[in-house]
């Protein structure tokens, strides 16, 4: 990994960090270590979520102390496998934090955010939540001591209902696809509201039609197909993931799927959909990603995570999810900075409230009210590609700014549309 000298790194990273009247208390000693827990699934069948993670953190602490660490303290990740359970994951929680270590960062899934959210007053640690937008987060089950690293459902969705609607502004009815489970449904009342949303602010009516939703966990859609075929639809969304979503790209694509959309946004699957169907990748398909690094060129943090995941993997299509714990590492260093090396939980907290830092989605800050994350996100359209030996590559790359597009601030009450 190279070597990225201390003013580089800390001019293009964290340098933009900036506070205002934060107390400087408790302040460590030059040259002691700061410890960053990490959570997260590195086995199981949810270590595809987990190892981009812990990745994206590793690399992080790795440049940042190749810079000469926080005012001369030298970082140090000390990692945990949930496996993606609950349990674990709040007695990782637990035994880093009666360990000395208070700055958390992982825990992508919605079951396992939730229970280490319950439990971080009690602990007095903070969290910086890498995978889940489950609203009640920063709504109902407000704690603050969580700060998540990704939007939440509404806010990515309505990103990416602006981007169709700007792409494809004649395309004014739409379905869904989506699992027969509550997650699935709401991930599609949030996508059909903000539809509706930005085509009334573009001076259009939408219909909206009857979505179709197979058993989560199927392997044959050809019935769904069919549904969706005979639909008068000519924008589709997706909101199947993992095996099924794949399962059913794959099958839609020996129907036609593709040729009877107009467009194709989808939500859940990220460069898994593309690296899966390769040269058989649907035509005008979106999808939706927490990070692309060619949308964010003049960023210095995701320059420097891209090269380090090329030097390390030879791959040059990095998943999102290596950017979401790597982000949580960065605003714990501009906090950290902030402080002057103060790692007390309160110091940290009101810290995160003001800095702002460049990240692998670009310049970023967390809303102080709620601490919902405000930065960029990234939509691509992956095509078939003959000439690239993966079969497919990214014709086109778009960032979404998520500040005019998230949703108000009201934490400890349930989240509505």
Known sequence: MSNIQRRTLLKGVLASATLSAVPVVGARAQGATIRIGFIGPL?????????????????????????????GNMLELVSRDDKGDPAQSVAAARELVGNGI?????????????????????????????????????????????????????????????????????????????????????????MAYSLKEHYAAAGKEI???????????????????????????????NVLFGNDGVTFFKQAKEFGLDEKFSCISEQSLDLDLPKSLKGNMTKNTWSSSFWQPGAFPD?????????????????????????????????????????????????????????????????????????????????????????????WSIAEVAKVGYEGVVNRANPGREFEL
């Open 43 to 71: 086995s199981g069948a949810m270590q595809i979520v987990g190892s981009p993670m812990h990745f994206g953190a590793q690399v992080a602490v790795n440049q940042i102390n190749a810079a000469g660490g926080i005012n």
């Open 207 to 237: 219909t909206i039609h009857d979505p179709v939703t197979p058993k989560y966990g199927a392997t044959d859609f050809r019935n769904q197909i069919v549904e969706l075929m005979a639909s008068p639809a000519s924008g589709l969304h």
């Open 299 to 391: 960023s210095a943090a995701s320059n420097a995570l891209f090269d380090a995941y090329v030097a390390e993997t030879g791959d040059k299509y990095p998943h999102g999810f290596n950017s979401t714990a790597n982000t949580g590492v960065l605003a714990f260093a501009a906090a950290l900075e902030a402080t002057g090396g103060d790692s007390s939980t309160g110091a940290v907290i009101d810290a995160l409230k003001s800095v702002r830092f460049d990240s692998p989605t670009g310049m970023t800050y967390f809303r102080p009210e709620d601490h919902q994350i405000i930065n960029s996100g990234t939509v691509f359209n992956a095509v078939p590609d003959s000439l690239n030996d993966n079969g």
């Open 102 to 190: 208070n700055l958390l960062v992982g825990v992508p899934l919605t079951s396992t955010a939730l229970a280490v959210n319950g439990i971080l007053s009690s602990l007095n640690a903070v969290l910086m939540g890498g995978g889940s937008g489950e609203e009640p987060l920063t709504h109902e089950q407000f704690s603050g001591y969580y700060f998540p690293t990704v939007p939440n459902n509404y806010t990515r969705n309505s990103a990416l209902a602006k981007l169709m609607v700007e792409k494809f502004p004649d395309v004014t009815s739409w379905t869904s696809i989506y699992p027969d489970i509550t997650v699935g449904k709401s991930s599609w009342e949030r």
